[in-house]
């Protein structure tokens, strides 16, 4: 049996002198204790904010990124370790791949997101606002990272994956960590710290962990750190009421477990793909984790006319699911976390029963390598209600395990009022093969969840499926479900980051965002910018181009080199009743002019152009103007080596302001352009060069 140490200030404390005994799930045995009450909170805390966010505000997006990817590939190539503890929860290779491999995956996810981050260690958000007639006066936001700790109470059915989604989010903002994951599992999140740790990929302070009971952990939060919790609505609500958590206004995001849906729609017949998807997909829902996920499937509505059909079905697959030690072949269905968590499941079902009805049970069936006495397991289950709208307790009481509500309906009106009546869930699922039925249920019902999948034939091959929350999409839901946002890409940042707005010259605004603002200073270079290498591009520099007079052979070559024949472009008589007075250029002839004049054409450290962030054709180009470009470093992006005979690099984005002879812009557009670094030994990653 492992004593489960804490990782506090840069050691490991060890268990306290009365440890709670954690249980395999399958075969009863101890597996750990846990016990935290040597731990000072107020030194983690302190130690948190002191040294870890110093060393994590230092960093840009890019080596934060960088950090989570490196951190990633490391905990791949050790995850059978992790698969190893796993098994002693009670969950199948299956069950533990969603935690293991899908959380290490969300810090693949999250480390990806560097490349639409800014080489800073803050975040410019957004446009700029011009307020002054004159342009001499502009205001932007930006995000820095919270000066405080992201304090991560997690619940008991994915270790791993409830850890890494949240420190995914908080590391990438720049933001320390301090995780308390349920005592019950708390030995597969320890083996995985354990290993973060001996790894020394992060920096010292950004995450550590505290085993067992921590009961005092929010007396010492303050307004600059974010606390997240999962777990049970009413143990939520109970720390989101902490005194400490309302006087000093820390944020909150609570995602509770909730009632959620899974609707069969009126257009799926059995026989059809969509009613044989909603069967594998209520099945996999009562059986993958043993039904303790905070996504799973609590009440599955059906048009009443195939109550019997789909309840035949269900049993049918339910029957090919052989239940028993999760480590043994051909078992797909393990426990539940512990005894404890049995009991809690069967008084859930007593409650119910008071209302609703038995539909389909699985009483005692012959565990393979296991028996019902030591190990925590709990056969499928679906209840039915003959009047699920009025009815109360299946839309209130939740078994945290393997157990459905079968609800009939009898118009999709009905059905949707039925997944409203869960008071607010993290998701809802229906399947339908009807594009009117799709739209109708998911703006109706969108209100009360935090996500809604469609299932149907064309999609089913490659979605995630009901209960898979992605890190691009934001994982929550309103009510019940707690209210709270978690993941979301890069919607997640802005949980760890205090958005400010900051106002002053366009010289100034540039200077800190390191962005070039409307207004700004564009010194002339000297030099032709794509004769430059990354580190000597300066944000603002400008180089200002020949210029060249529009001519009617310029239209009449375009067009026909393009195909471009728009009766704007080649027809004069066609022109009454339009915006225009004559012939007009094509908009790609005037872009394409302007690269022409812009682009040295002999080798330099410029290695490709790659493409067009923004492009807009502002004003009417006809023979006789004259135009001419602007050709200015807007923004920079240090780049990371892929390979040892990789060039390194960096991404300058050019906005190219084409001007008529008057000086008004025609057309104005962001290039995205890659060159190379002067020092190809030079560390990756050392910030921004304005």
């Not at 750990?32 to 948190?48: I, P, T, Y």
């Not at 777990?231 to 400490?244: F, N």
């Not at 009483?363 to 397991?377: C, D, M, Y």
């Not at 409203?420 to 799709?438: P, Q, Y």
């Amino acid at each position: 049996m492992r004593l489960l140490d804490n990782y506090i200030a840069g050691q490991w404390i060890p268990a306290g002198p009365s440890p709670t005994l954690l249980l395999d799930a399958i075969h009863g045995q101890p597996v750990a204790g846990a016990d935290a009450s040597g731990v000072d909170m107020s030194l983690a805390f302190s130690h948190a904010r002191e040294v870890g966010g110093a060393h994590l505000r230092k960093m840009t997006f890019q080596e934060r990124g960088r950090m989570l990817k490196t951190l990633a590939l490391h905990l791949m190539e050790r995850k059978e370790e992790f698969y190893k503890w796993s098994a002693h929860t009670g969950a199948t290779r299956t069950d533990a791949w969603i935690d293991v491999e899908g959380g290490i995956g969300t810090l693949f996810a999250f480390a990806s997101l560097r490349k639409q981050l800014p080489d800073l260690p803050y975040l410019v958000d957004g446009d700029p606002a011009m307020l002054s007639k004159g342009g001499t006066f502009i205001g932007h936001h930006i995000g820095v990272p919270k000066r405080g700790v992201a304090v991560h109470i997690n619940a008991y059915n994915f270790p791993i994956w409830g850890m890494l989604e949240k420190i995914s989010v908080n590391l990438l903002a720049g933001v320390p960590a301090l995780v308390k994951p349920a005592t019950l599992t708390s030995y597969v999140a320890h083996a995985m710290v354990k290993e973060i740790v001996a790894s020394k990929i992060l920096p010292e302070g950004a995450l550590q962990l505290v085993c067992g009971g921590a009961r005092d952990i929010l007396d010492h939060v303050g307004f600059e750190d974010v606390v997240t919790f999962t777990g049970s609505a009413s143990t939520g609500l109970k720390l989101k009421s902490h005194p400490r958590i309302l006087s000093e206004n820390v944020p909150f995001n609570l995602e509770a477990d909730s009632l959620n849906s899974l609707v069969l729609g009126p257009d799926a017949e059995p026989g059809s793909a969509e009613f044989d998807l909603f069967i594998k997909e209520l099945r996999k829902e009562m059986t993958i984790k043993c039904g303790q996920r905070c996504t799973a499937v609590r009440r599955a509505m059906v048009p009443s006319s195939r109550i019997e059909a789909v309840r035949d079905a269900l049993k049918s697959q339910l029957e090919k699911v052989p239940m028993g030690d999760p480590g043994l072949e051909g078992v797909r269905m393990g426990a539940l976390a512990g005894l404890d968590q049995r009991k809690e499941v069967q008084a859930a079902v007593v409650e119910l029963e008071k209302e609703a009805e038995t539909l389909l049970s699985f009483e005692s069936p012959e565990l393979v390598g296991a028996n019902w006495e030591t190990g925590a397991f709990y056969a499928p289950r679906l209840l039915t209600h003959s009047a699920p709208l009025t009815a109360e307790k299946v839309h209130a009481v939740e078994p945290f395990g393997p157990v459905s509500c079968l609800l009939p309906y009898e118009s999709l009106d009905d059905a949707i009022m039925l997944t409203h009546m869960g008071k607010g869930s993290l998701c809802c699922s229906i399947a339908t093969g009807s594009e009117s039925v799709a739209r109708q249920f998911v703006v109706e019902a969108a209100t009360h969840h935090g996500r809604v999948l469609v299932l149907n034939e064309a999609c089913a091959k490659e979605s995630t499926g009901h209960g898979s929350p992605m890190p691009q999409l934001v994982h929550g839901g309103p009510g019940r479900a707690g209210g709270g946002e978690e993941m979301g890409g890069l919607r997640g940042l802005g949980h760890y980051l205090q958005r400010t707005a900051i106002q002053g010259h366009p010289d100034m605004i540039t200077a800190i965002t390191a962005r070039h603002q409307p207004g700004a200073s564009r010194p002339e270079s000297q030099v032709h910018p794509f004769r430059l290498h990354f580190e000597d591009q300066k944000v603002g520099m400008t180089f200002t181009t020949h210029r060249h007079t529009v001519t009617e052979t310029d239209i009449v070559n375009f067009a026909n080199v393009s195909g471009d024949h728009f009766y704007a472009h080649v027809d004069e008589t066609a022109l009454s009743g339009t915006i225009f007075e004559g012939r007009v250029a094509h908009g790609y002839w005037v872009l394409s002019k302007a690269a022409g004049m812009f682009v040295e054409p002999h080798k330099g450290p410029v290695l490709l152009n790659y493409g067009l962030e923004t492009c807009r054709f502002t004003k009417p180009v006809y023979p006789g103007m004259t135009i001419g470009v602007k050709l200015t470093v807007e923004e920079k992006v240090q780049q990371e080596k892929r390979s040892e005979e990789d060039v390194l690099k960096g991404i300058v984005k050019f906005k190219v302001d084409v001007t008529d002879e008057t000086g008004e812009t025609v057309a104005i557009a962001t290039i995205l352009t890659m060159v190379a670094n002067k020092r190809q030994d030079a560390l990756v990653g050392e910030g921004p060069q304005a």
